[in-house]
């Protein structure tokens, strides 16, 4: 079974905060040639398995001066968070064009080195003994540099972001 956190980026003026369109949309996009497309186009962003703890790693960044104001939880986790009526479906999340900027800026000042030495060891034993933190470490920085450069795009073209976890 897969899961995975799927980030569109999309106008802002398209956007509606409803659970049908937006169920709508990413579902557009579930299609892995469509995402294949996207992500090439620099216009979607993924993360398999490990988006919990990526939203852990940026935890850490509440104390520092990056992390202001809570932009430490927008990469993976925050923003307006839309239910489906009943409930019954994990939620979707939309960043506005203002909370993608603050996003992008968190992950573009913040330190990653600072990051891992506060929330690495930690992530690091949930791998397991069998991984060395070298290559922990690595998963952490792609996953980061991909988020960075997502956002940034996104945050450039002026663009939303709406956000999807499957299960």
Sequence with gaps: MSFHMHLRAVRSSEVRLDYAWLEE?????????????????????????????????????????????GTWELPVFGGDIVYHRAEEQPPFVHLSPDMVQQASAFLSEVSFDALWESAGPKLHREFGPDWAEEDV???????HADLRAFYQRTAMAGDAVVKAFWY
């Design 25 to 69: 949309f990413m579902g557009a996009a579930w299609d892995w040639d469509v995402h294949q497309a996207e992500f090439a186009a620099g216009i979607a962003e993924s993360i398999e398995k490990d988006f919990g703890s990526v939203h852990r790693l940026y935890e850490a960044g509440s104390g520092l001066s990056e992390g202001r104001e």
């Design 137 to 143: 470490r690595d998963i952490y920085i792609r996953h």
